[in-house]
């Protein structure tokens, strides 16, 4: 296992990716409770405690932007999935500084 190793975006440059329409990978490591109360359009639900089943569903060589509520959760999961190979981001301030379009409910 390689160490861990991630790059981290503030919500606003992640809101610029996604207006220039890069090709963005969102996941989102929240509780379902969270998710349904907002989530960025487009967005993957994987809750922090299911992503170690979740790997197979994540291509190794895309990045992800990995989302939580404060950038806590988010930095565990990069932490987590950059231990294994995987081209990830955090989202530091999370959703409570995301000021781009969101949905709601499932």
């Known amino acids: 296992m390689s160490a861990a190793f991630y790059k981290e975006l503030p919500p606003q440059e992640v809101q610029e990716r996604i207006l220039r329409q890069e090709k963005v990978t969102l996941i989102d ?3 379902s409770d969270e998710w349904e109360t907002g989530h960025i359009p487009g967005a993957k639900h994987i809750p922090l405690g299911q992503i ?3 790997l197979n569903e994540l291509d190794r ?10 950038g806590n959760r988010s930095g565990k999961a ?12 955090n989202m530091t ?6 000021s781009g379009p ?5």
């Open 102 to 106: 969101v949905e709601y409910g499932k």
């Open 52 to 54: 170690a089943r979740a």
């Open 78 to 89: 990069c932490g987590y999935l950059s231990s294994f190979g995987y081209s990830v981001v």
């Open 61 to 70: 060589k895309e990045e992800a932007i990995i989302v939580c509520r404060s």
């Open 29 to 31: 490591v929240r509780e």
């Open 93 to 98: 301030g999370g959703m409570s500084q995301w």
